[in-house]
């Protein structure tokens, strides 16, 4: 049985998915990247078998099993050196790529083989993490594939196959997750993170990576380091594993689906937005965008204090996404918060992730000084000074230097729209739109994005926004699907197929 972890979900986008596409999120995430925070169902490890490059082999690999094979001892690293010995990276196609470690064996969720990739080039760091309660730390399966490194450096990152990888017969297809997420539970394992993980009350234990290769695509997943990491690092290791993923199966391009976060990510590949470090290399078919910011969001500074409960751990907070409020008041004195804000500072600079995604909505849909948890309506406080700042407004409960602030600290949404989508790619916009008066349909456990039509999270004027996209081949709104199905639902799965197509 499950565990029950309602503000899981806060994780997809903002995090935006459960910590647990999509993305996801959530609110506190965005709902969510999601890696679903502690993860109390997962905690099988994979065996890893030796390997000596990324040559890839004529025999698919065995079938993963529920197996728990013991773990493999931790040891002591240089986090920016290799952990393992390794010699062909195959040619020019992957420069200077180091393929760390293989696993084949009591692999989790119905993946056949994970492989731990690193990029040695220095201008992947060591980013920062909330770590005060290891709620960032990598678990489950994942710190096995991780070498056993709970915070894995940010140029590690892991490539999923799906079953028949090296046989199907249609599209081959890379999956990209959204913020504090990873491959199992955004792609594979709904449920991985608890109930409500999902965005409902009970949650399936297959996904759209199940579906996509049941119908014979050959189906990849990457999987971060930091799950709610910089996006130019997610974007850059996106076009890495591409390139695996072409040197293995011999394709000249690859279907990607980005999830939330994920939406960013992949879209900044595909826009060349990546720091001066790499063009966009004309490898994408198709670009598959679901429940994403395209306009940006402002999700987390529109319920002032209703995000608190899941984030700060003065309030019992457990969730890995960034609060809007740098200070709280607590027994009446106000106290120093600001390593679990947004905000760069001196206390770290944990979201960047966060930051790149944020745009001001509030000329198009006005702050309401309510919120939804799925459960109930109730007047939340400090709204306005949330989402202003400390000037005009003044917070009661908590304080926080506003939207704008954040803003100015690192958004790239501008710049993303800017650069654009390169018409050779078919773009797709997939979004959800919920009916904002029937609680059933809502994200359960959080404050959903209620101020205008949204699927939970992300207003669908950002999501189906055609701003910047060369080519939009389709798009659907979904409708009572909320941010959290949107990567899993079977309406939205028969979507995605449909324009994978043959």
Same mark, same amino acid.
């Given at each position: ?31 969510t990247d999601s890696t679903p925070g502690t993860d109390s169902t997962d905690s ?58 293989? *696993? ?75 913020? #504090? ?49 910089? #996006?130019?690092?997610?974007? =850059? ?35 060349? =937005? ?26 987390? *500074? ?12 003065? *309030?019992?907070?457990k969730i890995h996404a960034p609060g809007p409020h740098d200070e709280l008041l ?119 994005e209620i101020a205008g039509p949204s699927d939970g999270v992300v207003f669908v ?42």
């Amino acid at each position: 049985m499950r565990t029950s972890r309602p503000w899981a979900v806060l994780t997809l986008l903002l995090a935006c998915t459960p910590q647990g596409g999509g993305d996801t999120d959530a609110t506190t995430a965005a709902v969510t990247d999601s890696t679903p925070g502690t993860d109390s169902t997962d905690s099988s490890d994979a065996t890893s078998t030796a390997t000596t490059g990324p040559t890839s082999t004529g025999d698919e690999p065995p079938t993963g099993t529920t197996t728990e094979p013991s773990a493999t001892t931790s040891t002591t690293e240089d986090p920016t050196a290799p952990t393992s010995t390794t010699t062909e990276t195959g040619g020019d196609l992957l420069h200077g790529l180091v393929l760390e470690d293989t *696993f084949e064996d009591g692999i989790l969720n119905g993946w056949v083989r994970v492989e731990r990739w690193f990029d040695p080039d220095p201008f992947f760091i060591q980013e920062d993490r909330f770590d005060l309660d290891q709620r960032a730390h990598q678990t489950g399966q994942r710190l096995e594939f991780f070498g056993n490194d709970p915070v894995p450096h940010s140029g590690r990152f892991l490539l999923y196959y799906a079953p028949g990888w090296n046989n199907g017969a249609k599209s081959t297809v890379l999956l990209a997750h959204g913020a #504090n997420d990873q491959a199992d539970r955004a792609w594979a394992n709904p449920g991985e993170s608890g109930d409500f993980g999902c965005g409902q009350s009970t949650c399936p234990d297959i996904g759209l990576m199940q579906e996509l290769a049941a119908a014979g695509h050959r189906v990849f997943a990457v999987s971060h380091a930091h799950s709610q990491g910089d #996006n130019v690092f997610w974007a =850059l290791q996106i076009a890495w594993a591409i390139d695996i993923i072409r040197e293995r199966t011999g394709v000249d391009k690859v279907d990607v689906i980005g999830w939330s976060k994920g939406v960013m990510s992949s879209r900044m590949y595909a826009s060349g =937005l990546t720091g001066g470090h790499l063009e966009y290399r004309n490898d994408i078919g198709k670009l598959i965008l679901i429940g994403g910011p395209n306009l940006g969001f402002d999700y987390i *500074f529109r319920y002032g204090t209703a995000h608190n409960a899941g984030v700060y751990a003065d *309030f019992g907070g457990k969730i890995h996404a960034p609060g809007p409020h740098d200070e709280l008041l607590i027994f009446g004195l106000w106290e120093d918060r600001s390593e679990y804000a947004i905000y760069k500072s001196a206390a770290g600079d944990n979201y960047r992730g966060q930051l790149q995604m944020l745009a001001a909505w509030d000329d198009v849909y006005p702050l309401t000084g309510t919120a939804n948890n799925g459960l109930m309506q109730w007047i939340v406080g400090d709204s306005e000074s949330t989402y202003y700042g400390e000037g005009q407004y003044k917070g009661v409960y908590a304080r926080g230097k506003g939207i704008d602030y954040a803003i100015q600290q690192g958004s790239v949404i501008a710049d993303m729209i800017d650069a654009g989508i390169p018409a050779s790619i078919s773009t797709h916009l997939l979004c959800g739109d919920l009916n904002l008066g029937d609680n059933s349909v809502l994200i359960p456990g959080i404050p959903n994005e209620i101020a205008g039509p949204s699927d939970g999270v992300v207003f669908v004027d950002s999501c189906a926004a055609t701003d910047g996209i060369g080519t939009l081949t389709d798009s659907a709104v979904l409708k009572d699907i909320n941010h959290l199905k949107l990567g899993w639902h079977p309406t939205a799965a028969a979507q995605i197929s449909t324009w994978l197509g043959q």
